[in-house]
């Protein structure tokens, strides 16, 4: 018999895993939908907000908006709308929330990108010398360490943060994006780069100096865990036949170290930095709010306290389809640099 | 003679399962140190009232915002310090610690039974129960946990009570997969299918034959998830949908006190302290279990 060639494996693989995400989409356009339809008070009351409206204006509204058809009708209304992108418009600022979602998402793309980096950059080194020094007092600090990371309640650490590098030391902001001063054309929306292309004098310090902080609270779980993970993977390679053979030909250390197992450990854990979008992305929600950062976090707040659930909705289907894509591809990386899971079935 | 009689007893009978467990727990000094924090936090919480020098609620007007002991301008009356209106930190802390053991509580219960009895019937009946069960825990998981959790508090309006319900619903997935797949395991082992054989029945298998053997990893779960529910509860009350003042709940108080963070340190730092001393216990709690009940691990 032959064997299928490895693009057509690859490529049922691929879709198999795409497969899977549609019934997964699909319930989740089910919650978004019945959000809206199960939060206190109905559609229209809270279109109108606390002034009150007559009964017959009321109904009028309901027929208008198909609000008096079946809810299975309603329901396929509403996922054509999402299929095209239509997620229904703000309360506040009459906006479509697609919209708002896409002006306030690089603001948390810059953050969330800085915090990984950051997670990745103390992490990966401190998980690599742990499981390498094993039963040291670096190892024992380190991993006490990032213990007590994995358990801090981030909001708190942030304030810590804020007592002590804006309070105390007075090097950091307490919060925003960039100084008032400055007027930056928003061109990427990222603001290192904006602040690189205005012709602004000290705009892009001052855009850097806002992003420490906020960054450095967001990372800190991230950091913890995947101190953690690349420690507990580089054990279980480190005991492998392979690094025993390569030791007993007589490598030297750093070449056992860094070519044979560090490159097999970091399978598991670019997974675990994958699987750390939906904790950034939650931690977003918290940092977002006490750096009073302009993003999608303090706006999902916002508009739970201002009752502005149509932004809810559509702000909870676009994250969970963003979590959804990023899983997918950490799978799909996964399965490119692990031919074991690629093949199995 | 009476050592040699001491030999033979304990050579004939092999330690018991608890005995077991606490040699191999014994030896994480950090599940120790975990442990006995979280019996502190226990006897705290169950005699607060006698433990803490003040009520949590009582203000004392001539005493806004005083420092702890140690720094100028403390008493040793307020011994943390007290808060904007002249409330004492410790005593609310340590009231505290009733809450936040009683939310980790219930949260955990809730999600782990229902993740019990979900895991088992997708286990049970791998047909479209089990496809229609994890493709729910696959919605739920893809909503980021604490997002989730507010969308459940909106829904159900603020609350402590609903801010448990709401960490319970988020964490439920984690219990279903692992209660499915270690019941999946069982299933396929001899015992279940001796016990099938002689005729036990649905709920038998399930509850009598299987369950037991699937315990180990969902009790780790459980203390972990105990600290996440702390925490998730927690930053709840922090974003002001969970706890709401005055209750002497360890995330609202900070909220409470977010706003003189540069002017009275002592108001931020303590009640986050005990969130994270919490927290770090029981993280390290199951980190011991998880070492102990794990057979793998054990032989090593």
Known sequence: MRRPGLGRLMLRFVLSRIGLLVPTFLGVTVIAFSFIRLVPGDPIELLIGERGIDPERHAYLLREMGLDRPWYVQYFDFLGNVLQGDLGRSIVTKQPVFLEFLELFPATLELSVFALSFAVLIGLPIGILAGVKRGTVFDHTSMTLSLTGFSMPIFWWALLLIIFFSGVLKWTPVSGRIDVLFYVEPVTGLMLIDTLLSDEEGAFRSAVSHLILPAVA?????????????????????????????????????????????????????????????????????????????????????????RDYPSVQGGLLLIALLVMTVNLIVDLLYGLINPRIRHAR | MASIAETNRISKAPPGPLREFWHYFRENHGAVAG???????????????????????????????????????????????????????????????????????????????????????????????????????????????????????????????????????????????????????????????????????????????????????????????????????AALGFLGVGAQPPTPEWGAMLADAREFILRAWWVVTFPGLAILITVLAFNLMGDGLRDALDPKLKRS
């Not at chain 2, 403390?74 to 809450?99: K, V, Y």
């Open chain 1, 218 to 306: 967001l990372g800190t779980i991230p950091m913890a865990v995947i101190a953690r993970q690349t420690r507990s993977a580089m054990l279980e390679v480190l005991n492998e036949d392979y690094v025993r053979t390569a030791r007993a030909k007589g490598l030297p250390p750093a070449r056992v170290i860094g070519l044979h197992a560090l490159r097999n450990a970091l399978i598991p854990v670019v997974t675990v930095i994958g699987l750390q979008v939906g904790v950034l992305l939650a931690g977003a929600i918290l940092t977002e709010t006490i750096f009073a950062w302009p993003g999608i976090g303090k706006w999902l707040v916002d508009s739970i306290s201002r």
């Open chain 2, 35 to 233: 442990l006995a924090v979280v019996l502190v936090l226990v006897f705290l919480a169950a005699f607060a009232d006698v433990v803490a020098p003040h009520s949590p609620f009582e203000q004392y007007r001539d005493a806004f915002l005083q420092p702890p002991v140690w720094q100028e301008g403390g008493s040793l009356e307020f011994f943390l310090g007290t808060d904007a209106t002249g409330r004492d930190i410790l005593s609310r802390i340590i009231h505290g610690s009733r809450l936040s053991l009683l939310i980790g509580c219930i949260a955990v219960t809730l999600s782990l039974s229902v993740g019990i009895a979900l895991g088992l019937l997708a286990a049970f009946f791998r047909t479209a129960a089990d496809a229609l069960i994890m493709r729910l825990m696959d919605v739920i998981l893809a909503v980021p946990s604490l997002l989730l959790a507010l969308v459940i508090v909106a829904i159900l309006g603020p609350g402590l009570v609903n801010a448990m319900i709401a960490v319970a619903v988020v964490y439920v997935p984690h219990y279903v997969r692992l209660a499915r797949a270690s019941a999946m395991t069982e299933l396929s082992k001899d015992y279940v299918t001796a016990s099938r054989v002689s005729g036990a029945g649905l709920f038998r298998l399930m509850l009598i034959t299987v369950l037991p053997n699937c315990m180990p990893p969902l009790i780790v779960q459980a203390t972990l998830g105990f600290s996440s529910a702390v925490l998730d509860a």
